[in-house]
């Protein structure tokens, strides 16, 4: 897990609430990335940054929304508009070019949502 | 679009016996392959990756894989298998293509949990 830092651990909600999960990195790496784990599902492209200031959708935004003001952090918002927010969220990042495409994972967030 | 296979849930296996994780996967170009482990309430923790050259690619504690290309294949293996080996196991693939497009978007498996008894 190392460098990479996400917090809180686990994270509990009342449902129409909006909740802000932190993710921050010192492995100076350009790229972040957020994902959802669901038991049997494996992971699920939520958004992604390859540079400040800009970020693009994965494969399951909608209900989500994210911001990168800093090389280093990269924290993602689930609004009340997620269908079902109870998940392990995860947060990654990686260098980008060629030989250096593999990503490294925070230890994750548990978000319950009831 | 790119897609991974893991065909098996869960692999069980005995203590110092051999142990494979079956992978296959499918690009439209030439294929990124990493291997990942996860132990229970974690994040991933990368094991290795196939970029090019050599098909056995070596990676941390004892694991390699095969890099099959006529068979799409990227299955993981350790000659002897130990307790603490037992975790989720996640393969995950990239198009060459998603340098430009998509910086190093990855697709992963569903997983593949394993189980080594004594």
């Known amino acids: 897990d190392g460098g990479i830092t996400q917090s809180p651990k686990y994270l509990f909600r009342k449902e129409g609430q909006n909740v802000t999960l932190s993710c921050e990195q010192n492995l100076n790496h350009d790229a972040m990335y957020w994902y959802r784990q669901d038991p049997g599902q494996g992971l699920r492209l939520i958004y992604y940054s390859q540079i400040v200031n800009d970020f693009q959708k994965g494969d399951i935004a909608e209900g989500y929304s994210v911001s990168r003001e800093k090389k280093e952090s990269f924290p993602l918002t689930v609004t009340s508009a997620q269908k079902n927010p109870t998940a392990f969220y995860l947060c990654a990042s990686s260098m980008i070019g060629t030989g250096r495409a593999e990503q490294y994972f925070g230890p994750g967030t548990r978000l319950t949502v009831t | ?118």
Do not use: M
């Open chain 2, 1 to 118: 679009a790119q897609s991974v296979a893991q065909p098996e849930d869960q692999v069980n296996v005995a203590e110092g016996n051999p142990l494979t994780v079956k992978c296959t996967y499918s690009v439209s170009g030439n294929p990124y392959l990493f291997w990942y482990v996860q132990y229970p309430n974690r994040g991933l923790q990368f094991l290795l990756k196939y970029i090019t050259g050599d098909n056995l690619v070596k990676g941390s504690y004892g694991f390699e894989a095969e890099f099959n290309k006529s068979q799409t294949s990227f299955h993981l293996k350790k000659p002897s298998a130990l307790v603490s080996d037992s975790a989720l196991y996640f393969c995950a693939v990239r198009d060459e293509g998603g340098l430009t497009g998509g910086g190093n978007k990855l697709t992963f498996g569903t997983g593949t949990q394993l189980k080594v008894e004594l």
